[in-house]
T-cell receptor, first 112, second 113 residues
Framework: GNSVTQMEGPVTLSEEAFLTINCTYT??????LFWYVQYPGEGLQLLLK?????DKGSNKGFEATYRKETTSFHLEKGSVQVSDSAVYFC???????????FGKGTKLSVIP | NAGVTQTPKFQVLKTGQSMTLQCAQD?????MSWYRQDPGMGLRLIHY???????DQGEVPNGYNVSRSTTEDFPLRLLSAAPSQTSVYFC????????????FGSGTRLTVV
């Protein structure tokens, strides 16, 4: 099926630390891949996306590279801030392509 | 730029009551979906629509009805609320298939007692 698997949380980092949140996807075709972010009490916001192999999505200092060889789309940021504290979701189009299939989310807490 | 608007933001229901969660988008998007978010479960698709008059079931449709009479609106109806429907509900829309990603509303937090 069309699924994504992301690392379990929660993740707690100190400010300015390096962040990696792992995400792998099932390799049915070449789907678009997404990272969404959910700040406390809010809905999901699209953080970045990549539509084909070797594409790099980037936004707000976050990056993720579409790796066909390893079926991965890991989220990285070189120096996290307290304001990055949120839940991060990896996603891909689901069956029929009309909806998204999400990972279970990774909660990130950044402490000063 | 309203995007996707959901109402209400919070709701408490008694078991057996019915209600409608409203969702409206002003981006002329063809595709709309309803998800529920539960701790440890991520987001699960309830129902979706690919255009006015066309709806289909997602992963967890039982206990919910939808209709799509206009492009803008996609209400979700709870027929007889149960405690298992306590959740946060998100409506989302897209101008294309899932390939382009979705724009989400801010959610409705529903508690069924």
């Amino acid at each position: 099926g069309n699924s994504v698997t992301q690392m379990e949380g929660p993740v707690t980092l100190s400010e300015e630390a390096f962040l990696t949140i792992n995400c792998t996807y099932t390799a049915t075709g070449y789907p678009s891949l997404f990272w969404y972010v959910q700040y406390p009490g809010e809905g999901l916001q699209l953080l970045l996306k990549a539509t084909k192999a070797d594409d790099k999505g980037s936004n707000k200092g976050f990056e993720a590279t579409y790796r066909k060889e390893t079926t991965s789309f890991h989220l990285e940021k070189g120096s996290v801030q307290v304001s990055d504290s949120a839940v991060y979701f990896c996603a891909r189009p689901g069956a029929g392509s009309y909806q998204l299939t999400f990972g279970k989310g990774t909660k990130l807490s950044v402490i000063p | 730029n309203a995007g996707v608007t959901q109402t209400p933001k919070f709701q408490v229901l008694k078991t057996g009551q019915s209600m409608t969660l409203q969702c409206a988008q002003d981006m002329n998007h063809e595709y709309m979906s309803w998800y529920r978010q539960d701790p440890g479960m991520g987001l699960r698709l309830i129902h979706y629509s690919v255009g006015a008059g066309i709806t289909d079931q997602g992963e967890v449709p039982n206990g919910y009805n939808v209709s799509r009479s206009t492009t803008e609106d996609f209400p979700l109806r709870l027929l007889s609320a149960a405690p298992s429907q306590t959740s946060v509900y998100f409506c989302a829309s897209s101008y294309g298939t899932g390939r382009y990603g979705y724009t989400f509303g801010s959610g409705t937090r529903l508690t069924v007692v």
